[in-house]
């Protein structure tokens, strides 16, 4: 499996920006077809946030984050991003990493065999 390390969590205020990270170190990073990230807001379920396929050509977001949050991947570093624009309180949550083998950009957990400890990101009003 791939190991998955994220950084770039943090708190910031209402309308601010965050760009998350996630270093991919183990096998190698391109047998990850699909990357993704899922967030887990205190007493919620984790949900999906975004993915992004080999080629960053396709993308799935949320319907909550759509338009505020952007998926990059730099192959070459073995990375993804997660830039995160216009944050709202609501996105207050742990946002792990994922990657999947899979070919198709799908949002269900079940599809990422591999997984980060995850950032904390606060959103204060």
């Known amino acids: 499996q791939v190991q998955l390390v994220e950084s770039g969590g943090g708190s910031v205020q209402a309308g601010g920006s965050l760009r998350l990270s996630c270093a991919a170190s183990?096998?190698?990073?391109?047998?990850?077809?699909?990357m993704g990230w899922f967030r887990q807001a205190p007493g919620e379920e984790r949900e999906f946030v975004v993915a992004?396929?080999?080629?960053?050509?396709?993308?799935n977001y949320a319907d909550s984050v759509e338009g505020r949050f952007t998926i990059s991947r730099d192959n070459a570093k073995n990375t993804v991003y997660l830039q995160m624009n216009s944050l709202k309180p609501e996105d207050t949550a742990v946002y792990y990493c994922?990657?999947?083998?899979?070919?198709?950009?799908?949002?269900?957990?079940?599809?990422?065999?591999?997984w980060g400890q995850g950032t904390q990101v606060t959103v204060s009003s």
């Open positions: 994922a990657a999947s083998s899979s070919t198709t950009v799908r949002r269900s957990m079940a599809d990422f065999g591999s």
């Open positions: 992004v396929n080999w080629s960053g050509t396709r993308t």
């Open positions: 183990g096998r190698i990073f391109s047998d990850y077809y699909v």
